[in-house]
């Protein structure tokens, strides 16, 4: 059971009374009273009567980056949705591939972009657009800008460094919390520590690299779906449609858990990365699981809650899984009196060897069946 659960008895008069409880309650366990137990109806009491344990579940978000995660997620939506504006415009409005009779788009057909006597010419002409208008909508990279250094720059480099900053925040509160006196600048200043400047950025090129990737997926299907749709003679409204659907099911979808697991997974790097920071400083602490306890926690997470690990342990356990929505707490153990002044840090860059460059792998299966929500499909819910 969830360790922020607060466990509350109530006695509910009748079915329907505890029917509505259990409608507005997240979690319901409904139990016999033992006999002495407040709530112990007396013997052969009303049979309506019962006792129902409610354990009402506060609802909290342990890295602090909903609203941080709902942004990104809606910025990668509204560039996806921009590129299937534009392809619905070639395909349709300008009649790129010029299969509607003569006359009907005569505006529109003296485009006829990718109209080629071959089919397959007609399908790598579109291929070429595409990825064109790609690296200008989703991508967000320059003309002549090569895919390599394109994550320097690219817009979602600050979402990625915003949840990392976040997470050293975090992690200050925290061990000040925990009795450690922190410096302001201890915060302020993450960014011109090696150490964190290194990480953010291993960071921002994968989650960069990955968005590049679900463009490449996407292109698959597409040209596939494409092809297809053009050798079985499909108009341009079909041919359009289709496009659409295979954006919205494998670049949105994607893209989002993406975005959603990528400000996880720098809020969980920057608290370690800060932990081993004031653990060199003489702070003796351990990292704890912590999940949002609501309803929509897998069992996987679940069972981690509260789970403590040595630093080195805890290192690229979380996310758990794409959308996992899990959080490091310090357990702070010893050493409590220190002052954590960044200035006075001496942390080695070995934090981020190339050993651990290796580990810093994506959460396995970023786009697979096992990329649900930390809410479990488990669970028959699929809220977002
Ligand atoms: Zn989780
Ligand atoms: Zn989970």
Request: charged share 25%; net charge positive; hydrophobic share 40%.
């Amino acid at each position: 059971m969830a360790t922020n659960a607060i466990a509350v008895r109530t006695v509910v008069r009748d079915e329907a009374a505890a029917a509505l409880s259990a409608a507005m309650l997240n979690r319901i366990t409904a139990r016999a009273p033992m006999a002495g137990e407040v709530g112990a109806p007396p013997f052969f009491a009303n049979q309506r009567r019962r006792v129902v344990t409610v354990n009402v579940v506060r609802r909290r978000d342990p890295s602090q980056t909903a609203t941080l995660r709902r942004r990104f997620e809606r910025a990668v939506r509204r560039r996806f949705l921009s590129l299937i504006r534009r392809i619905t415009a070639e395909v349709l409005e300008l009649d790129g591939f010029a299969l509607e009779p003569a006359g009907l788009a005569a505006i529109a057909t003296n485009r006829k972009r990718f109209d080629f006597p071959r089919r397959d010419e007609k399908v790598a002409a579109f291929m070429r657009w595409l990825q064109a208008a790609q690296r200008q909508e989703i991508l967000g990279i320059a003309e002549g800008v090569p895919l390599s250094t394109a994550a320097q720059s690219a817009w979602t480099r600050t979402y990625i460094e915003t949840a990392y900053q976040r997470g050293i925040a975090d992690a200050g509160a925290k061990l000040r919390a925990g009795g450690a006196t922190v410096d302001p600048t201890w915060v302020s200043g993450a960014f011109n520590r090696p150490v964190h400047a290194d990480r953010v950025g291993l960071i921002y090129t994968r989650a960069f690299e990955e968005l590049a990737g679900i463009t490449e997926a996407m292109d698959k299907a597409i040209s596939k779906t494409l092809a297809q749709g053009l050798a079985e003679g499909r108009s341009p409204r079909d041919i359009a449609r289709q496009l659409r659907d295979r954006v919205q099911k494998i670049g949105i979808t994607r893209a989002r858990t993406i975005a959603r697991t990528e400000v996880i997974a720098a809020h969980a790097d920057a608290t370690l990365n800060a932990y081993a920071e004031a653990k060199v400083e003489g702070v003796e602490l351990e990292a704890e699981w912590s999940t949002t306890g609501d309803a929509k926690v897998c069992p996987v997470c679940e069972r981690l809650e509260g789970r403590v690990f040595s630093l080195r342990k805890a290192r690229n356990m979380l996310p758990a899984h794409p959308n996992c929505r899990c959080a490091w707490r310090p357990k702070v153990v010893g050493g409590s009196g220190i002052v954590l002044n960044w200035r006075a840090i001496s942390v080695p860059r070995a934090l981020s060897t190339r050993n651990e460059r290796r580990r810093s792998r994506p959460p396995r299966a970023l786009s697979g069946a096992h990329a649900h929500r930390c809410s479990g499909r488990a669970r028959g819910r699929g809220s977002p």
